[in-house]
């Protein structure tokens, strides 16, 4: 498991985005808030509006939302 919180600016993939592209990260946390009484952490992330592919040109990272700490995993370096 990783280590939370993570900082502003980490880029990030949703544990739901498996395939390999996805390691070197779909989104970028704006904003970190917590840790709640059960010591998770929720993340406010730009990332992209199809959230089924890759980043890009014809996929930027325009849309904000939030991801629970347990769902967000750092890229690989």
Same mark, same amino acid.
């Given at each position: 498991?990783?280590?939370?919180?993570?900082? !502003?600016?980490?880029?990030?993939?949703?544990?739901?985005?498996?395939? @390999?592209?996805?390691?070197?990260?779909?989104? &970028?946390?704006? =904003?970190?808030?917590?840790?709640?009484?059960?010591?998770?952490?929720?993340?406010? !992330?730009?990332?992209?509006?199809?959230?089924?592919?890759?980043?890009? @040109?014809?996929?930027?990272?325009?849309?904000? &939302?939030?991801? =629970?700490?347990?769902?967000?995993?750092?890229?690989?370096?």
């Amino acid at each position: 498991m990783s280590q939370h919180p993570l900082p !502003v600016g980490a880029r990030v993939r949703h544990y739901g985005q498996q395939w @390999p592209a996805a390691r070197s990260g779909t989104a &970028t946390i704006v =904003a970190v808030d917590g840790p709640w009484p059960d010591g998770t952490y929720e993340y406010d !992330v730009l990332t992209t509006q199809d959230f089924s592919r890759r980043p890009g @040109p014809d996929n930027p990272e325009t849309r904000q &939302t939030r991801w =629970a700490s347990y769902s967000t995993i750092p890229t690989e370096k």
